[in-house]
């Protein structure tokens, strides 16, 4: 199916999105650091809470990879900082560590001169590929899996510097939409944020969906019939179990912003509800908590539009951030940027030294 035909029907989500689906084979690999230490990488499973008894039946145990520096195992009494990295719509953690080429940008990084940190890296792939990091009874509440089961996990059974000075979050696409919402609402556990090509920052309108995607979503009457869908709808279903949850419509437990052709105001509102450019207001006070905010987003990227909005009304308050614009397009430089920027930032922006 031609995707230019399914930006149209599909709508607005599936247009921010779709560069995602293509991240992969777009990511250039930095060159390798010569000298770079190697890094321990280690595969674990974290329960939430949080998740548990989601409508959509997703684990609730969630597969969560853990980046330890080259020095952790020889020195056991030092304690680190922490960074979560959070992925994009239709990838899981796998495919997230392959497309910013993990370990070898962590490993380029502190051979570069990034002081050593963790790397946490959550899988946040859901029954429709994505969970937008939100809190909603039908994915499961994933912004307080981020924001509390995970860093209490890691806390636990890590040497952690465990406070929020020495916590950074940062997220690409999807992770960027859920850095921003995150980093709103819980500046109370996080001490630095980086969000990358942010997706889904503002409110949009009911013309995301054509007649037949309608007709196509309406005639769901069970979870395997939506997972055959194309590419754009499941964004769409992705977002409405976000956005727009309902316990009593079974079998998928979401409400359409269209119905028998129709817009739904009330849907229209709780998506808007969600949008950070929305909401970005009420958490002033929270966002002048941090160290430090970036933002950073490709030329030829369309996400740059609504990222550069953000970074406006941020100084537009007077809070403290920087806002880049590099060439490239959604995913081409994520590696790049990850390794020569984003862990930079958190080097020189978390606290590194425990509280005497």
């Not at 239709?90 to 963790?118: C, D, T």
């Not at 609402?185 to 090509?197: E, N």
């Not at 929305?278 to 929270?286: H, K, L, R, S, T």
């Not at 002048?288 to 406006?312: N, P, S």
């Amino acid at each position: 199916m031609d995707k230019r035909r399914w930006i149209a029907g599909a709508g607005w989500l599936a247009a921010l999105l779709m560069p995602a689906a293509q991240a992969q084979v777009q990511t250039q690999v930095p060159a390798v650091v010569s000298g770079a230490k190697p890094v321990t990488v280690q595969r674990i499973k974290v329960h939430s809470p949080a998740i548990d008894g989601n409508l959509e039946g997703d684990s609730a145990d969630r597969d969560v990879i853990v980046v330890l520096p080259p020095d952790y195992a020889t020195s056991p009494r030092k304690r680190y900082p922490v960074v979560y990295a959070l992925h994009g719509y239709s990838i899981g953690v796998e495919q997230w560590i392959k497309e910013i080429h993990v370990p070898q940008v962590v490993e380029g990084a502190f051979a570069l001169g990034a002081q050593p940190l963790i790397l946490v890296l959550p899988d946040s792939k859901t029954l429709h590929n994505g969970s937008m990091y939100s809190s909603s009874p039908t994915t499961g509440d994933f912004e307080r899996f981020v924001s509390h089961d995970l860093v209490a996990y890691i806390d636990a059974h890590y040497r952690t510097l465990a406070r929020r000075e020495s916590r950074g979050l940062a997220g690409h696409s999807m992770g960027g939409y859920g850095a921003s919402r995150i980093g709103m609402k819980h500046a109370d556990v996080f001490g630095a944020v980086y969000m990358m090509s942010p997706c889904c920052l503002s409110a949009r309108d009911a013309s995301m969906l054509d007649e037949a995607a309608v007709r196509q979503l309406e005639g769901l009457n069970t979870r395997e019939a939506a997972t055959t869908l194309p590419w754009g709808l499941r964004a769409t279903l992705a977002a409405a179990a976000a956005w727009s949850p309902n316990p009593k419509a079974s079998p998928l437990y979401l409400d359409l912003p269209i119905k028998d052709g129709k817009q739904q105001p009330e849907v229209l509102a709780k998506w808007a509800a969600n949008a950070p450019l929305a909401f970005v207001d009420q958490y002033i006070g929270a966002l002048r908590r941090y160290r430090a905010i970036a933002i950073d987003v490709g030329d030829k990227d369309g996400l740059r539009f609504d990222a550069q909005k953000l970074h406006e009304t941020l100084d537009r308050y007077g809070v403290t951030n920087s806002f880049t614009l590099y060439p490239g397009d959604h995913t081409s430089a994520i590696a790049d940027r990850f390794q020569n920027y984003v862990l930079p930032f958190f080097s020189e922006n978390l606290t590194f030294a425990s509280k005497r």
